[in-house]
């Protein structure tokens, strides 16, 4: 490893000398609830209503008064729906003189409209009634600023009476591919070409982070170029991704253009893969040259450009959901930087299982597409065949 290598900056000491330089001034908009998941809410939400309006029914049932009950079970054998009793199903409302429901699993209905309870039936006010306000009270929060919405939150705040929301705009994210070698996908590419993948990727991923991508098309390896494209997407985005030339290659520009034209901040992690991406602000604003390689790219996304789109929004990353897992074989020692590996989980007998695949940097089918990962630290031992280890389910 080069002394540069042991210098680098970890992944959370560059997201720092970023974020650090950065004051985001997001705007919010309204849309309509319905439209709203995975979008931030921009300020605390409080319901409009109350419900249930007055009380419901918490069962299917009949609605009695309880008063009637006070000696134990009167004769009902007369009783009459409307009269002493009246249906009362799971969320129905009932008249004010009813203030107990029996479930009609302890009624009998006789033809004649009579009932008989079963004998064991304690009735008391407020039997399997649901008071007003038990699903919301007008004027309580909802939510607060900040939650990324959910299809159950997008339920409470529907309950809540609301229609629309507000929420925070999300940030345009420029993605500039790069590089001679690269053809659009559906282009059959010749000898020394290579298909665009990394557009078709950071799009979906920046759609699931929240953020709205604006896609450039390929620019060649030529400065000029290069620094034509960056000129066009700094003052239309939010933050900027130019993909590709970022190492040491002899087309490999960005990291010289960048640092002419605004501040450069860094070039080179201690994490891979990834390593050599690079970070400046122009003319206030992030920008990430982001490594080529498929996998490279995707894990500078994962780290650093989603938390830069969720520090934009307010909010915190998507969490990702994590299991335990049994590793079959061992992962190496990853000395001096952060390694991200990707692992094939299956259910086992006794819980989870996890098998390693592809090597560092690796790009191939099977290491983008694996179903977890996990980052082993630098410096760090590995992990042996057997160890059970936190492992990032991917969906
Ligand atoms: N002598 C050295 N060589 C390399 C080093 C180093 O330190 N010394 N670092 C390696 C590491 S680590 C990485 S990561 C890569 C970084 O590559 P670049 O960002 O410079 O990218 P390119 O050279 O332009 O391309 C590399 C590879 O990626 C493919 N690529 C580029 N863009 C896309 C895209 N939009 N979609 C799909 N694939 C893309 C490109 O065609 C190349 O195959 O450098 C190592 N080398
Ligand atoms: O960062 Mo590169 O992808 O480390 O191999």
Redesign the pocket.
Known sequence: MSTEEKKAPSRKEALEAIMSRWAPAPGTETVPVPEALNRVAAQDMFAEYTLPVVRASAMDGIGVAAAAFQKGIPDTSHWRPGREYARADTGDDFEDRFDAVIPVESVTFLPDGGVTIAPDTAVTAGLNVRPAGSSVKKGEQILPAGRRLRPFDLAALTLGGKVDVAVVKKPVVAFI???S??VAPGTPPERGQ??????V??RAMLEEMGAEPRLFP?VP?DPAALRAALERAVPVSDIVLI???????G??F?ADIVSSMGEYILHGVAS?????MCAAMLAGKPLI??????F??YFVLDWCVSALVARFLGAEPPARKTVRARLTKDVGPTPGMEILRRLEVRRSADGFEATPVGGR?G?TFRTLTASGQTVTDGGGTGHAAGDVIEVEYLR
């Open positions: 591919p790069t590089g070698e690269l290579n298909i665009d993948s990394n557009s990727m950071v390929i390896d993909c590709g030339g970022s190492s040491k290659g087309e490999d960005n891979a893969p990834g390593r050599p040259n982001v490594p080529g390689p498929p490279a790219a940097g790009c």
